[in-house]
């Protein structure tokens, strides 16, 4: 058999096993683009408040996209020089907050939540997102 047609039954093989997926990935798609909404928010209010006086405390806030590690999740994530975080959102239903870390280092600390437990979820992103700001603009 010809590379070509490897690869093209491969292909077929993987969109079978991957469209019993699509329903989970959906869900974590909607809900990573709400909390993504909810953090390009807060970071608004953030910047208001730094950005004109001094702007190399603004973070930077990335698209959500397919998880680097996982295939069955979507993430985004903030960064400032080396300093990153991390917000994952499983198809299994579980949102994942990583950090913060340096780029290249050792991610964690890990905080997992239920996607239906958003009361939780509103304080931990608020103490996250405190957090990773500190570390972020520590001199």
């Known amino acids: 058999m010809a590379i070509e047609e490897r690869l093209a039954e491969l292909g077929r093989r993987l969109?079978?096993?991957?469209?019993?997926?699509?329903?989970?990935?959906?869900?974590?798609?909607?809900?990573?683009?709400?909390?993504?909404?909810?953090?390009?928010?807060?970071?608004?209010?953030?910047?208001?408040?730094?950005?004109?006086?001094?702007?190399?405390?603004?973070?930077?806030?990335?698209?959500?996209?397919?998880?680097?590690?996982?295939?069955?999740?979507?993430?985004?994530e903030l960064s400032r020089g080396r300093h990153r975080a991390v917000v994952t959102v499983k198809g299994r239903g579980e949102v994942t907050l990583v950090g913060p870390f340096k780029q290249g280092k050792t991610e964690g600390p890990c905080r997992s939540f239920p996607t239906s437990a958003q009361a939780e979820i509103e304080r931990a992103m608020g103490d996250f997102l405190c957090t990773f700001i500190e570390a972020a603009v520590a001199p």
């Open 15 to 76: 969109v079978a096993r991957e469209q019993q997926y699509d329903e989970a990935l959906t869900a974590a798609w909607g809900c990573a683009k709400s909390l993504h909404a909810r953090v390009a928010e807060a970071l608004r209010h953030y910047h208001a408040s730094v950005s004109p006086a001094v702007p190399r405390l603004a973070v930077a806030l990335s698209e959500p996209r397919i998880d680097d590690k996982h295939l069955h999740a979507v993430e985004f």
